[in-house]
């Protein structure tokens, strides 16, 4: 089945530096990349996402690359403020509708 | 989008006895999940939540400890049988709305079991 790899597991930036998370994926046939941001106490909640056939996404101060071949895909966060604060976990969705979850990413964003 | 409303939000349990958890969406959904999240970790799933048919259980759960029911478009529940201190966990439902295709996930706040 689908694994999903994700580093670093805590990641500590100063405001306005950039943040960049970094998975792995071992099923070639998946082909939906989600990013969710999950606050502390809060439930999971989309952020960016990327669909095989595209190479880049970027909405605002978020962008996402996917390298099909190196089955690699990463999140940046430009000009990072401490709201960004939170954990991120990536996730790749397998025909068959099954979301697998990296492990996570701590954000830490210091003022 | 989707909103989802999970009960109860939280519990404390007696090693030995089991609880439903119920998840209700505001609209008709395709597919339904339930993950755990134990606390600082990852989502892993539970199982995929068929209507009108058995649950798809992923590696490592089984239907005897974790019964669930999807008796209709909107409605899910999920049991956790006979806890013990290892089922301490958040409990999340998740859908994917119909028709859209996106494979977005909706949450919800997640049930936090506590077994003592």
């Known amino acids: 089945g689908e694994n999903v790899e994700q580093h670093p597991s805590t990641l500590s930036v100063q405001e306005g530096d950039s943040a960049v998370i970094k998975c792995t994926y071992s099923?070639?046939?998946?082909?939906?990349f989600p990013w969710y941001k999950q606050e502390l106490g809060k439930r999971p909640q989309l952020i960016i996402d990327i669909r095989s056939n595209v190479g880049e996404k970027k909405d605002q101060r978020i962008a996402v690359t996917l390298n099909k071949t190196a089955k690699h895909f990463s999140l940046h966060i430009t000009e990072t403020q401490p709201e960004d604060s939170a954990v991120y976990f990536c996730?790749?969705?397998?025909?068959?509708?099954?979301?697998?979850f990296g492990a996570g990413t701590r954000l830490f964003v210091k003022a | 989008s989707a909103v989802i409303s999970q009960k109860p939000s939280r519990d404390i349990c007696q090693r030995g006895t089991s609880l439903t958890i119920q998840c209700q969406v505001d609209s008709q959904v395709t597919m339904m999940f339930w993950y755990r999240q134990q606390p600082g970790q990852s989502l892993t799933l539970i199982a995929t939540a068929n209507q009108g048919s058995e649950a798809t259980y992923e590696s490592g759960f089984v239907i005897d400890k974790f019964p669930i029911s999807r008796p209709n478009l909107t409605f899910s529940t999920l049991t956790v049988s006979n806890m013990s201190p290892e089922d301490s966990s958040i409990y999340l439902c998740?859908?994917?709305?119909?028709?859209?295709?996106?494979?977005?996930?909706?949450f919800g706040e997640g049930s936090r079991l506590t077994v003592l």
């Open positions: 996730a790749a969705r397998q025909g068959g509708f099954k979301t697998i």
């Open positions: 998740s859908a994917e709305k119909s028709g859209m295709g996106t494979g977005e996930l909706f």
């Open positions: 099923d070639s046939a998946s082909n939906y």
